[in-house]
């Protein structure tokens, strides 16, 4: 059984692949010790992005069909999700445009009842979480100034 490529995908992480290498050049203009952070969170995204268009490009062994041969804008969905995410951060700061992120690519996750009342309380309680470790951990621990949006929360 033939597989399609998915091309969706690929291009994705060719877009994440050059975003990364991007940012780690970009980072020679920084101080040694600010380049840190930014080489490290670049070169992972390098890392993922080869991983992720590997393995799309190996398919599935068994020939069963992948979510995303059930939906190959799926990839392109979540890129554009995260495009939206990044233009709502100065208007509505990282905790609440991260959530809305959450929640928005979770609803993308194939499965039953993804937009449930329940289970979409649900995904929006463990998005805020996540995206308040983050910002405690970015914020507090890292000392990295992040959006507070026009509400100015924190």
Request: contains cysteine; aromatic residues 8%.
């Amino acid at each position: 059984m033939s597989q399609r490529l998915d091309i969706g995908t690929l291009a994705v992480c060719a877009v994440f692949l050059g975003a990364g290498t991007y940012a780690f050049v970009g980072a020679a203009a920084f101080t040694e010790l600010g380049a840190i952070f930014p080489r490290v969170v670049a070169a992972a995204v390098v890392v993922l992005s080869l991983v992720a268009g590997g393995l799309s490009l190996l398919g599935s062994r068994d020939g069963s069909a992948t979510a995303t041969t059930r939906l190959p804008a799926r990839p392109l969905l979540v890129a554009g999700s995260m495009a939206v995410w990044i233009a709502c951060l100065p208007v509505l700061g990282f905790l609440v445009s991260g959530t809305l992120a959450f929640v928005a690519i979770a609803a993308l996750i194939p499965g039953e009842a993804r937009l449930a009342p329940r289970t979409l309380l649900r995904t929006t309680v463990v998005g805020a979480a996540i995206c308040t470790v983050f910002y405690v951990g970015l914020r507090y621990g890292l000392d990295v100034p992040l959006p507070r949006g026009l509400l100015g929360m924190l």
